[in-house]
Each structure stands twice: as C-alpha cells, then as structure tokens.
C-alpha cells in the first residue's frame, strides 16, 4: 500500500513538473528570435502577438487565442510569473505556424470617421468672461469645439473622399448624449471596414492656472458590450469574443490619443502643455462601439489659454495636430491590415 501511495506521489510530482516544464519558455525572448512582435498590456492582462499581417490576441492563464480578430483556438495557456509571460514550446511552434499561413487579402481599412462637437445650443460647455481692449468677451466651449471641429472635418473631407466624414453637428444645436454616440454606432460598413469616434471639448477648473490639452480614453475597467447578441454564438464564446473585441478597441483608441498628442505637441510647441493620455468613463466615448478618444483642447478658465482658443490661428494648428494623429493612426491601421497594437 506504502509503494502505491509513492507511486502515485512520483507520478503527481512528474505530472506537475511535465506542466511546468511546458510553460518555462519566456515569451519576449522566443518572440524575439522568431521576429514576432508582442504587444503586451499589464493593466488587462492581455496581449498580441504579430508577423506577416497576422495577429494572435491572447490573456495571461486564458487558454484561448484569437487569431486574426475571428478565429478563436485552444492553447497552452501562457503563464504570468513575477511579471514575465511564459508560454510552452507547442505555443511558439502552433504560433508560427499561423504566421506562414498565406494572408487571406481582406484589406482592412477605416470606413468612417465621426467627429463630435461637444455641447451646443442651450448647453454652452464651459464657458468664462474677459476684457479684451476693453470690451467683454465671454468665450464658450460650445463655439469653440464647432469651429475646430468644422476644420477636422473639412481636412478629413479634403484628403479622404472615399471614406464617409460625418459631425455629430454641424451647427448650434444641442444633442443628447445618446445622440452623438447612436450617430456613430448606426454608420453602415463594408466587411473589414472601421470607423473612428473623436469627441471635441474645451476644459474648466477653478483653479484658473490650470492650463494645458489631453486626450481621454475608455478606462479599461468599464466594460461593455460592443458586439451584437447572436443566437448562433454560445455565450461563453460570445463572452470571450466580446472581451477581445473590447481589448482591441482599448489599444486602438490608446494608440489613436497618442497620434493626437504627438500631432497637436508638433504643431503648437510650447503655447499650451501637454497633459498626457488619460482614462475614464465619459459617456460619450463610453456608449461608442468603436475606437473613440475624447480631446480636451484647453482651459477656458485660464486667460492666456482662453485668448488663444479664440484665437483662428491657434485654433488651425489645434485642428492640423488632431487630424494630422488621425491620419497617422489610418496610415498604421491601413498598411498593417487592421493591426493596432500599442506598446
């Protein structure tokens, strides 16, 4: 009885070795050798591997993949150990295997582009007073964000034709919340088309120094859902698809708000200082199905920052950043079929 209790201990321990064993390659390492690109968000857990046009969505101890954004298989689950991703020898040979796979030709592209000008009518945004040569001068965020917005767009229109540029307003009137986003959500696409949701404001802070621009996203803690219910779909796949899918959204949009950033920082220099790329659950990027990013292009609080956003010029280069980071992140999605990751 004794021999068959440390028979089967030995062959426990073995068993638990046989798995650790499987998991002790480290995934950047191997990636690296291979000439695999990985994307890793430590924030979500989950990550991307990329070649050849080719991408392989994954979460640490999930195993399941998705590959190419459709196609989700059964895997060695990669481990996260102290930091460090670590995935079995069958992982990166399965992996590369799916890279050499000829690339199906779907040419992924942007379909559509939506710009939201925030507040108007009754609701003026935030909004502040100034004597400017003597006169008052009360700047509102509502015609602030219309005017760049029209500038947006009218570029987008200019050096994308066969893309479809739509505001949420072209004039002063006010919008439900619920509004802006069903306008985007409805756009009809093509297969492999996307579409693009950047929501325009100006900032406010009783501190009156505070000055400067940022780009919010969707905090990766609010979760929703993005795909449509489908009776064909078991749920857990649904679940699993859907959290991807989500996942995908967060790092477009991450990678869209640092365009921006980079894009307004080259074309305004030191005139306003750059806030950074945030996160949080604005209604209005919240209730999009798509990418979408929320600029603040100033403080109406601050008077030097107030004279500047009413200002035309100042307001043309705050328009040329935005759409000079919009037409970077069409760029990168164009030319690598869809592929978004943000390192």
Known sequence: MLM??????????????????????????????????????????????EKSGHQISFKADDPFVLQDYKKIVFVDAPILKNGTLYVSRKFITDANAFFKQEF?????????????AGHGGQDPGAYDTYTVNGKKITIKEKEVTLKVSKMIYNRLKQAYPDKKILMTRDKDIFLELEERTEIANSIKLKDHEAILFVSIHANANPDKKASGYEVWYLSPDYRRNVLEKNSKIDNSVYNILNSMTEEEYTTESILIAKFIMDGIQAQIGNKSIQRGIKAYDWFVVRNAKMPSVLVELGFITNQNEAMNLLDDDYLQKLSLGIYNGLSAFVTHFERSHGFTGAK
């Open 4 to 49: 068959k209790r440390f028979f089967f201990i030995a062959i426990f321990i073995s068993i638990v070795f046989s798995l650790n064993a499987q998991t002790n390659l480290n995934l950047l390492s191997e990636a690296e050798k291979d000439g695999i690109t990985v994307y890793w968000d430590s924030l979500s857990g989950t990550g991307v591997l």
């Open 104 to 116: 199906s030709g779907s040419e992924y592209k942007v379909g559509a582009i939506v710009i939201d």
